[in-house]
């Protein structure tokens, strides 16, 4: 089965810094990536589908990008309401496997 | 309003089993793949089962494999996730979701605790 890791697990940042999130999957996967915010308490939310394509209602500093094995997801200008765990996910065949998380925080 | 709301969850010992349910309303059920995904306490996402609409295909992740049974029942609008020999690393809280290109609605889920 192909594995999903993401990096950094965590990270602390100021509002309005850049952050980028990094997701490495063990095979190709071609762009069948997605990536989702899951907020303290909430249920996880879908971002980016397609590893580039904003959910609707997703705000435009939230990116995607990548190809193959390695995918980011990027904060352009991280706000407060930014503060949660994002996961990515692989959904070109079962099973749909998810990274590990990555907790953003703010500093 | 597309909805997907849990039911079923609750305290079984080990060993036991439980079957969640998940009521779909506001879109065409019997058109999208189904999956059941969860959350252990403090921990990431699982993915742990989906089922085609017309249920000719269906996977599991390996931890349940053998031990849980994924269904759907397209005139009740519904996905049902039957929990056999249920183990105390089954703790979690489990949400439904529909597949269109990754996961795009969610339950608000339904907790199993698995403890004498």
């Known amino acids: 089965d192909i594995q999903m890791t993401q990096s950094p697990s965590s990270l602390s940042a100021s509002v309005g810094d850049r952050v980028i999130i990094t997701c490495r999957a063990s095979?190709?996967?071609?762009?069948?990536l997605a990536w989702y915010q899951q907020k303290p308490g909430k249920v996880p939310n879908l971002l980016i589908y397609a590893t580039s394509t904003l959910q609707s209602g997703v705000p435009s500093r939230f990116s995607g990008s990548g190809s193959g094995t390695d995918f980011t997801l990027t904060i352009s200008s991280l706000q407060p309401e930014d503060v949660a765990t994002y996961y990515c996910?692989?959904?070109?065949?079962?099973?749909?496997?998810f990274g590990g998380g990555t907790k953003v925080e703010i500093k | 309003e597309v909805q997907l709301v849990e039911s079923g969850g609750g305290l079984v010992k080990p060993g036991g089993s439980l079957r969640l349910s998940c009521a779909a309303s506001g879109f065409t059920f019997s058109d999208y793949i189904m999956n059941w995904v969860r959350q252990a306490p403090g921990k990431g996402l699982e993915w742990v089962s989906s089922?085609?609409?017309?249920?000719?295909?269906?996977y599991y992740a390996d931890s349940v494999k053998g031990r849980f049974t994924i269904s759907r029942d397209n005139a009740k609008n519904s996905l049902y996730l039957q929990m056999n020999s249920l183990r105390a690393e089954d703790t979690a809280f489990y949400y439904c979701a529909r597949e269109v290109s990754g996961l795009d609605v969610w339950g608000q889920g339904t907790t199993v605790t698995v403890s004498s």
């Open positions: 095979q190709g996967i071609s762009n069948y």
């Open positions: 996910q692989k959904y070109n065949s079962a099973p749909l496997t």
């Open positions: 089922i085609s609409s017309t249920s000719a295909y269906i």
